[in-house]
């Protein structure tokens, strides 16, 4: 990656980190090219720190990290775009974006898709169906979105909207647990669509 280094004084580009998933930004930093490298070895965002005066990677104090999933460089080769998961919230306030945004896609499914990361890595299954359900493994979870979708099919053979729909939305909702259990979520299943359509 050729990055113009020298276009600013101090030899630092701004890098804009913006959430993989939801696409929210949530935060701008600066990068020299030891930074850039750091980045790019570890898969963590590491930034140079004006204000420390040394690398300092986001979430080394908190745990809150900045997992890499893309760097993108813009046409003038002097800012960065990196698109991240983050482990937490990113802010120093404690906020989910510098910018005091809720990190959520205004996207349901997406939102939907959060909480079923949330719910799998929740220590407790017994306080949630969906932890339950994970802790009972693949099989079981594969197992509920073929009931799932059997009952959807005999409701579809009815005239009950009402029900239709309702399994309908079971399917969907054990089928997005499905995705997760496999280390997918839906956009992977988008972009295979999106491919087909083209």
Not at 64 to 89: E, F, H, M
Not at 114 to 131: F, L, W
Request: charged share 30%.
């Amino acid at each position: 990656m050729n990055v113009d280094f020298r276009k600013y004084g101090d030899g630092l580009v701004p890098a804009i980190i913006q959430d993989g998933i939801t696409q929210k930004v949530l935060m701008l930093g600066f990068m020299n090219q030891e930074a850039l490298d750091m980045t790019e070895k570890e898969g963590k965002v590491t930034f140079f720190s004006r204000s420390k005066g040394r690398l300092w990677t986001k979430g080394e104090e908190s745990g809150n990290y900045l997992l890499v999933k893309s760097i993108a460089l813009d046409c003038d080769r002097d800012t960065l775009l990196i698109k991240a998961q983050p482990l937490g919230p990113v802010c120093h306030t404690g906020a989910d974006t510098c910018w005091d945004e809720k990190n959520h896609n205004e996207d349901f499914l997406s939102h939907l898709e959060d909480i079923i990361q949330q719910r799998r890595e929740q220590a407790d299954p017994s306080g949630s169906y969906v932890a339950g359900l994970f802790k009972k493994g693949i099989n079981k979870i594969a197992q509920k979105v073929g009931e799932e979708a059997v009952e959807l099919v005999i409701e579809a053979k009815d005239h009950d909207e009402q029900l239709f729909l309702n399994e309908a939305a079971d399917l969907l909702f054990h089928y997005l647990i499905l995705l997760n259990a496999k280390g997918y979520n839906l956009q992977d299943v988008t972009d295979i669509l999106k491919e087909r359509h083209k």
